[in-house]
T-cell receptor
Framework: AQKITQTQPGMFVQEKEAVTLDCTYD???????LFWYKQPSSGEMIFLIY??????QNATEGRYSLNFQKARKSANLVISASQLGDSAMYFC?????????FGTGTRLQVFP | DAGVTQSPTHLIKTRGQHVTLRCSPI?????VSWYQQVLGQGPQFIFQ???????GRGNFPDRFSARQFPNYSSELNVNALLLGDSALYLC???????????????FGPGTRLTVL
């Protein structure tokens, strides 16, 4: 069965520093997609970055990059130059045909 | 362009009542999915509808039902509400191509349901 694991319930990072949020996944399907979403306290899920299982290069979107290690089944999110507005819950998710499977999330707090 | 919209934003019900949540997808999106997010957890998949047909269903009891209308908007219905149904209900729309694993979903702001 497909599963996403996020082992960091909370992370702290100082403003302007980089931070890595961990995500491991489990699937026997050779075709899948991996996503990261940000959820501020308002509740809306904001799409950050996507990595396809056949993509050869790691995805990047501005300050976000995805460290994709297929053999280890990991898809860690790296946020460079953290900003106070990055404080939120972050969810890793995997697409499987009709749905997204989410992890339990990591609460990131950025301090000045 | 407008994003995914959901109504109402907040709702308070009592046990045993029925509730209907509504969702309008992004223009051009034919797929709508519903997720339940209990406090402190990640969203859990409830339903996906594509072209008015149910395409997928998560592990939820029959008290949960949904439908999609010709304009691709959707309703989620929950009967005989339980305290455990208190959650944030998220709707997501996507331009779902057939036979693809790429399914970027755009989420609405959610409906926060409280069952007393």
């Amino acid at each position: 069965a497909q599963k996403i694991t996020q082992t960091q319930p909370g992370m702290f990072v100082q403003e302007k520093e980089a931070v890595t949020l961990d995500c491991t996944y489990d699937t026997s399907d050779p075709s899948y997609g991996l996503f990261w979403y940000k959820q501020p306290s308002s509740g809306e899920m904001i799409f950050l970055i996507y990595q396809g299982s056949y993509d050869q290069q790691n995805a990047t979107e501005g300050r976000y990059s995805l460290n994709f290690q297929k053999a280890r089944k990991s898809a860690n999110l790296v946020i460079s130059a953290s900003q106070l507005g990055d404080s939120a819950m972050y969810f890793c998710a995997m697409s499987h045909t009709d749905k997204l499977i989410f992890g339990t999330g990591t609460r990131l707090q950025v301090f000045p | 362009d407008a994003g995914v919209t959901q109504s109402p934003t907040h709702l308070i019900k009592t046990r045993g009542q029925h509730v209907t949540l509504r969702c309008s997808p992004i223009s051009g999106h034919k797929s709508v999915s519903w997720y339940q997010q209990v406090l402190g957890q990640g969203p859990q998949f409830i339903f996906q509808y594509y072209e008015k047909e149910e395409r997928g269903r998560g592990n939820f009891p029959d008290r949960f039902s949904a439908r999609q209308f010709p304009n691709y908007s959707s309703e989620l219905n929950v009967n005989a509400l339980l305290l455990g149904d208190s959650a944030l209900y998220l709707c997501a729309s996507s331009f779902l191509a057939r036979d693809t694993y790429y399914n970027e979903q755009f989420f609405g702001p959610g409906t926060r349901l409280t069952v007393l």
